[in-house]
């Protein structure tokens, strides 16, 4: 048997780099490189090895660890899960800046490979500068905090285990089921350490992601659930698009005709101005999707996870004889809310389905005029909201509504935390797909700014805006000078409402004055944040980075603004300062929080007893 003796480190380097993967006969470079902060945990082993490299793959030096894990992230996403980047770490607080982020992939459903450094195997030296000393457990380090965030994890005490555990991070890397965040822990020892590989682990592998059909008797039970049922819905998630089944929803739902609503992964599916796109569903949805979904007698939820904000917490169905049919690859998320269960590829299950129900000669009840009523209604409302005007200042609403105006529709908007997710869902307006980049599953915050390197990395052609609010920035900016250093422009929209003003909104929605979430002068009179506001200069902020900054405080600002924005050859901020509580909200829906039983406010009083109330009308599977 041929053998290459190699490190470890070079090992995995070179396996990654021959890895491929297939879809629809169309093959591609599964791993284009990896992302990284060497420390003592890994500069000697995988830096080196990346240094010797003669590969293809390409290194990127984060800033944070955190940071660069959510480019790694969003560059996946904005793949569609079908090219991945890396991300290595020292040991200790480096490794563990990475474990939100693959908290934030594997809820998101979207594959990274994780390769943070790890103590001693040999244990020789220990314990080792950053060690986590369990004096329970010494197995135990840092790494075992990436386990519950992870859909695979493996430690790799010696250099021969990397052959097991690097087919098992393949396998899971591109399972559309099983995909996530990937862990595996390498010591510093093992990965200098060297060991003669079988040569075939490094020959070209393709794994291929084959479309799961839908079996007769699922298509039988689909076909017959839909003829029973005449005022049926589609909710479309992020499974439409990493099927690649837009056309096929959008035939769909035409031949049927019926109505789609867009989860946040989801939306973009359909262009938003086609007649049977009601908007955004749930907590952050439209009236028209909300209205239709209390009506709907069968919610067909495609690719969608149906976690609480596209359910409104469980209540926005409320049809005596509302049922659910869950077309999703993964029988995990099929199951929800008791529904009949499609295990298959959304592509494969909408066309198949859309034939049966052809020759059964199928259609909805709805009415024409109806849809275009409940369309025309909420199109009215959220030009009515772009132009909303404030005499104190700039809206939240009318600034979003120039943006949309101001942009290429080809042009791709990330976001992720705050009150800017709300409006974005409800009222930004997509023309083309995989043009709305929203993570929502874990709604972190900080992945903007990173989140917008990742897709300009995946997509380079494109301008790509992130959305973020002052508090997000603050969080976690740390990309935007590796964008400057790589030369991959993106462009910052940052709204300055003076803090976490989407939590503000939420406290005072449920009976509290408002508590601890504006960037407020701590008062004398008070001893609490109750002052002035924090002024804060974030185009200065960005400017020592490199970063071509504008602030602006009106609507011609903000205007000239974007247009010498994308004239630019190097990342842009823009500073918008606007006015707290001039986002969206309502709309008919309802999203359950705790609240207090016991309080010495009449207010949250009222709210405990609103929420005791919706609780008598939702749905409990």
Not at 99 to 104: D, L, P, W, Y
Not at 172 to 178: E, F, M, N
Not at 233 to 260: D, M, R
Not at 424 to 449: A, I, K, Q
Request: with cysteine.
């Amino acid at each position: 048997m041929k053998t290459i003796r190699l490190t470890m480190a070079q090992a995995l380097l070179k396996f990654l780099d021959n890895q491929y993967i297939q879809i629809d006969g169309k093959e591609r470079k599964f791993v284009k490189g990896v992302m990284g902060i060497f420390g003592h945990g890994n500069v000697t082993g995988l830096g080196e090895a990346l240094e010797q490299d003669k590969g293809a793959l390409q290194f990127i030096q984060g800033k944070n660890e955190q940071g660069m894990a959510h480019a790694a992230m969003a560059y996946a996403k904005q793949k569609n899960r079908l090219e991945i980047f890396a991300c290595t770490s020292s040991i200790g607080p480096g490794a563990l800046n990475m474990v939100t982020a693959a908290g934030t992939a594997t809820v998101n459903r979207i594959p990274v490979l994780f390769l943070p450094g790890d103590i001693f195997a040999c244990r020789q030296p220990d314990p080792v500068l950053q060690q986590i000393e369990d004096p329970t457990d010494y197995t135990i380090s840092a790494n075992d905090a990436f386990k519950p965030v992870s859909k695979y994890w493996d430690r790799i005490s010696r250099p021969e285990q990397l052959i097991t555990a690097a087919l098992n991070a393949m396998r899971v890397l591109t399972d559309p089921v099983d995909t996530g965040a990937v862990t595996l822990s390498l010591p510093q020892d093992v990965q200098c350490e060297a060991y003669d590989y079988p040569a075939e682990f490094f020959a070209k592998r393709v794994h291929y992601i084959e479309r799961r059909p839908l079996s007769p008797g699922a298509l039988d039970r689909a076909v017959q659930a839909i003829r029973g049922k005449k005022r049926p819905l589609i909710i479309a998630g992020g499974g439409v698009h990493y099927s690649l089944a837009v056309k096929e929803l959008i035939a769909f739902a035409e031949t049927f005709q019926i109505p789609v609503t867009e989860t946040q992964a989801g939306k973009s599916a359909m262009p938003w101005n086609h007649p049977l796109n009601m908007g955004a569903i749930g907590v952050t949805g439209s009236l028209a999707a909300n209205r239709l979904a209390k009506e709907a007698d069968l919610i067909i939820s495609v690719g969608t996870r149906l976690a609480d904000f596209p359910t409104a917490s469980k209540s926005a169905f409320q049809h005596p004889d509302v049922s659910f049919l869950n077309i999703n690859v993964s029988s995990f998320d099929a199951m929800k809310l008791n529904a009949l269960m499609v295990i298959a590829d959304a592509k494969e299950a909408l066309t198949a389905m859309q034939d049966a129900l052809g020759q059964a000669g199928y259609e909805s009840a709805y009415l024409a005029d109806e849809l275009k009523a409940e369309k025309q209604a909420w199109d009215q409302e959220v030009d009515r909201l772009y132009a909303m005007e404030h005499p104190d200042g700039l809206s939240q609403t009318r600034v979003i509504g120039e943006i949309n105006a101001s942009l290429d529709p080809s042009d791709v908007i990330v976001c992720a935390a705050g009150s800017l997710p709300g409006d974005l869902h409800r009222l930004w307006r997509c023309d083309h797909p995989n043009t709305y980049h929203m993570e929502y599953g874990f709604s972190c915050m900080g992945y903007e700014v990173s989140g917008a390197l990742g897709a300009k990395l995946a997509d380079p052609g494109r301008e790509v805006y992130a959305f973020v609010g002052d508090g997000s920035f603050l969080m976690l900016h740390s990309e935007l000078l590796t964008s400057i250093q790589e030369g991959r422009k993106i462009n910052v929209l940052l709204l300055d409402n003076h803090g976490y003003q989407c939590i503000h909104n939420l406290q005072r929605g449920h009976g509290s004055q408002g508590f601890g979430n504006e960037f407020r002068y701590r008062s004398a009179d008070t001893d609490r944040l109750t002052g002035d506001y924090v002024p804060v200069d974030f185009s200065l902020y960005a400017r020592a980075l490199g970063v071509k900054t504008y602030s602006v405080r009106t609507i011609d600002e903000l205007k000239e603004a974007l247009k010498s924005a994308k004239e630019q050859t190097v990342s842009t901020l823009i500073e918008i300062k606007v006015l707290p509580g001039t986002n969206t909200d309502g709309y008919e829906s309802w999203w359950r929080v705790g609240v207090a039983e016991v309080s010495e406010s009449g207010k949250v009083h009222q709210a405990y007893d609103t929420m005791r109330q919706k609780l008598e009308v939702v749905k409990e599977i």
